[in-house]
């Protein structure tokens, strides 16, 4: 059965005709204020998820839990962050599984390490890792927003520096110099499972490479993934949207050798 929304959860109120969304929290007395006018959050709680809601000016909203993908770009942002685009071929290298032990190094602001907990569950553990200790803290305060910060062990460590974890399932690198962290990944990889990077241009792929044949890693790929998103409307046609952003990274997975 449909759980109603509750006080305390994050909601996303997306807008009709604009298509855009606004994330807020439930909370007893609660406003949400724009410049359609006010919703109060006493109206949604106790409503199933999909609930229609309309503004002070009579503008019409929907009430949806946000998904995966949208608790990821709504995070509090301190870096850049992975974009659910890469996120979902990265997410198939890694091979992840409920209760799997994964190391994340480059934690930045949490944004991917959302989705590595959602897919390691309550028994799984993600181990992540950054040089900058405010990072760290902003990136736990959006795991706590959706309830996951008990799924993270955090750490300070510089890359090159070996990862306190043995026969982990997969170690996912986001960093501006990964091959320094390869060899320690190597190490605490189990025999056969997966490493998965996202670099941002041509020069850090090739090194990346040198550095994953050098560690012993078999079976490497790289891709990079174009997405152009589709208008669909009723009277004037279907066809793509003029713009779409033009690239993201490029991204990597490679299999540890035993
Ligand atoms: C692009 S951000 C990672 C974004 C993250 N994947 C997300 O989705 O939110 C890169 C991170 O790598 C960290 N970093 C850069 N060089 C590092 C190093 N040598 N050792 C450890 N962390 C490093 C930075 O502090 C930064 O937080």
């Known amino acids: 059965m449909a759980r109603p929304l509750e006080y305390g959860e994050p909601v996303l109120l997306w807008e009709e005709g604009k298509a ?84 994340e190094m480059g934690t930045g602001s949490g944004a991917f390490t959302i989705l590595l907990c959602q897919l390691v569950g309550r028994e799984g553990r993600v181990y992540t890792y950054d040089r900058r200790e405010d990072f760290l803290e902003n990136a736990l305060c959006n795991l706590e927003r959706y309830g996951l910060a008990d799924r993270v062990e955090a750490g300070v460590l ?22 320094l962290a390869v060899p320690p990944a190597h190490s605490a990889l189990a025999p056969g499972r997966p490493i998965a990077l996202i670099v941002p241009t041509a020069e850090q792929l090739k090194a990346t490479f040198q550095a994953l044949e050098g560690a012993g890693f078999v079976a490497l790929e790289a891709v990079e993934l174009l997405e152009r998103r589709v208008l669909v409307r009723e009277r004037e046609g279907v066809r793509p949207y003029e713009r779409m952003v033009g690239f993201t990274g490029y991204l990597i997975s490679a299999r540890k050798a035993a």
């Open 158 to 179: 510089e890359a090159g520096q070996p990862f306190p974890e043995k026969d982990v399932d997969a170690v996912f690198l986001d960093l501006p110099e990964p091959w």
């Open 20 to 103: 855009r969304t606004f994330l807020i929290r439930l909370e007893p007395g609660g406003e949400f204020h724009s410049h359609r006018g006010v919703i109060l959050h006493d109206r949604i709680v106790g409503r199933p998820e999909g609930t229609r809601v309309l503004s002070g000016t009579g503008h019409p909203f929907f009430a949806l839990r946000p998904r995966v993908g949208e608790r990821m770009m709504k995070v509090r942002r301190r870096t850049q962050i992975v974009y659910p685009k890469d996120a979902g071929w990265l997410v198939l290298a890694l091979d992840l599984f409920p209760g799997a032990r994964v190391i």
